[in-house]
Every structure is written in C-alpha cells, then in structure tokens.
T-cell receptor, first 113, second 112 residues
Framework: NAGVTQTPKFQVLKTGQSMTLQCAQD?????MSWYRQDPGMGLRLIHY???????DQGEVPNGYNVSRSTTEDFPLRLLSAAPSQTSVYFC????????????FGQGTRLTVV | QQQVKQSPQSLIVQKGGISIINCAYE??????FPWYQQFPGKGPALLIA?????SEKKEGRFTISFNKSAKQFSLHIMDSQPGDSATYFC???????????FGAGTILRVKS
C-alpha cells in the first residue's frame, strides 16, 4: 500500500515548456486534488476531482489542466510554464464522505527558469 | 483574500513547554477544521481535526480548542518535544473533505 505517489520529485523547466505532474493513489479514494505550496501562503487548491470523469477548478486554476480518466490517477498539466509557477506541488486524496482525512503525496518541487 | 488567518508565523518553545498556534476563519459555512503537520521535504500529514459541534478535542499531547462564536480555533501542544519541530497548518473545508483552505503555516522550533 503506497498511498499517494507523485512523480517526479524535482523538475526544472524553461519558460514556455509544458509538462505533466503525475499523481496516483492505491486507496480507492474518490476525491483527489492538487495544491501548490508557496512560502508564506500555505497550500492553495488548484484543481480537484470528486470521481472519475469529474473535475473542477480550485482557487488558483489558471495555467493548469487536469483530467481524471481512472479512480487511481489524477495528472496535472502545465500548458506553458511560467516563472510564477515555480512552487512545490502536492497531490492529495480522501474518501468520499465529508470531513475525512486527506492523504498527501511527498510533493514535486518545480522550478521554472 | 485569505479565508483562514494563522498566527504566529514562527514560534520557538523550550522543551516541555506549551506551543499555541491560532487560526481565525471568515466563512461560517466551514464545518471541518483539521490541523496538518509537515516535516521538511514531506507532504502534510493530518494531526488532529475538529467539527464545530464540539469546543475541544484532545489526542495525546495535542488539543484543538474551537470557539464558534469568535470564528477561531487553536492548536495546543503540551510538553513540546524537539521532535515536534515542524511546520503546522490549520485548514478548513465545506462539504467535501479534500477541498481544503489552508492557513499560511507556523514554523515551530522546540529547543532542547
């Protein structure tokens, strides 16, 4: 039981490049989400999904796309990387009921130069 | 606008002392208030959580105090240990448990 697995752990991109951050969970959780963590700002919700085929925007969705074709996977795509997207990205998953624990991955540290 | 305000930004406590971190929220629709602990290079991990129908919840050395009328909640760490040194985040959510709004975080250092 690996929990929430994120790849890669580190990534450096040039401005304008695109890439996909991978997230997979093996707990059969319905809910998955992506957050970015910036100094002094806590974690902010980018996109979330309440089940396969269903996604919605969070607080800071601009510049990011998501899809949820399976229960297990929830990739985050950066369409055209910008220096403002330099951050640590966390994927999380939880059971479907309200107020249940969100399990976080180890994070992906992304630098855009 | 920041929906959950957390203070202090950093905190230094002597071993054996009490660490207190405070959070205030604006949205009265929030109905789930967790605290997360994060060590360097790791993802946040749930420490303790409370629902607004109780005023206090204790788990070991960790206690959440909740004041619904003041829209405030706080984390108390009793008998603080060097191993408690980490960043602590308060959070709040409505409905789905994974749509969390986080505070800015508090860096706690416990001196031995």
């Amino acid at each position: 039981n690996a929990g929430v697995t994120q790849t890669p752990k580190f990534q450096v991109l040039k401005t304008g490049q695109s890439m996909t951050l991978q997230c997979a969970q093996d707990m059969n959780h319905e809910y998955m989400s992506w957050y970015r963590q910036d100094p002094g700002m806590g974690l902010r919700l980018i996109h979330y999904s309440v089940g396969a085929g269903i996604t919605d925007q969070g607080e800071v969705p601009n510049g990011y796309n998501v899809s949820r074709s399976t229960t297990e996977d929830f990739p985050l795509r950066l369409l055209s990387a910008a220096p403002s997207q330099t951050s640590v990205y966390f994927c999380a998953s939880s059971y479907s009921s309200q107020g249940t624990e969100a399990f976080f991955g180890q994070g992906t540290r992304l630098t855009v130069v | 606008q920041q929906q959950v305000k957390q203070s202090p930004q950093s905190l230094i406590v002597q071993k054996g002392g009490i660490s207190i971190i405070n959070c205030a929220y604006e949205n009265t629709a929030f109905d789930y208030f967790p605290w997360y602990q994060q060590f360097p290079g790791k993802g946040p991990a749930l420490l303790i959580a409370i629902r607004p129908d109780v005023s206090e919840k204790k788990e070991g050395r960790f206690t959440i105090s909740f004041n619904k009328s003041a829209k405030q909640f706080s984390l108390h760490i009793m008998d603080s240990q060097p191993g408690d040194s980490a960043t602590y985040f308060c959070a709040a959510s409505i409905g789905y448990g994974n749509k969390l709004v986080f505070g800015a975080g508090t860096i706690l250092r416990v001196k031995s």
